[in-house]
């Protein structure tokens, strides 16, 4: 079974930076694209940031230029660099992994238990 463990979120104030972490916990065949997702109090899940097993990325226009998604794949990481935050980003953030634990297994999405991200103004 696989975690994974989020890290890096707090109280900010606007204009500054955050760095969140999310860490796998076990090993597995292969990790595939992993990303960030946010959840605002009221509010659906949404995509904020992909990134794919060979570093392919795609944003949410709402922080394209601000947010930097990677990953370093000897390590099973993610992370997300926040930068110029705004009131509005604000939310619960939340890792996600697709993760084939064996060769002959299907890709399993995994997320992990969230952590909070508060931008005050």
């Known amino acids: 079974q696989v975690q994974l463990v989020e890290s890096g979120g707090g109280l900010v104030q606007a204009g500054g930076s955050l760095r969140l972490s999310c860490v796998a916990s076990?090993?597995?065949?292969?990790?595939?694209?992993m990303g960030w997702y946010r959840q605002a109090p009221g509010k659906q899940r949404e995509l904020v940031a992909r990134?794919?097993?060979?570093?392919?990325?795609n944003y949410a226009d709402s922080v394209k230029g601000r947010f930097t998604i990677s990953r370093d794949n000897a390590k099973n990481t993610v992370y997300l660099q926040m930068n110029s935050l705004k009131p509005e980003d604000t939310a619960v953030y939340y890792c996600?992994?697709?993760?084939?634990?064996?060769?002959?297994?299907?890709?399993?999405?995994?997320w992990g238990q969230g952590t909070q991200v508060t931008v005050s103004s």
């Open positions: 996600n992994a697709g993760v084939r634990l064996l060769r002959d297994l299907p890709v399993r999405d995994y």
């Open positions: 990134i794919s097993s060979g570093g392919n990325t």
């Open positions: 076990a090993s597995a065949f292969s990790f595939n694209a």
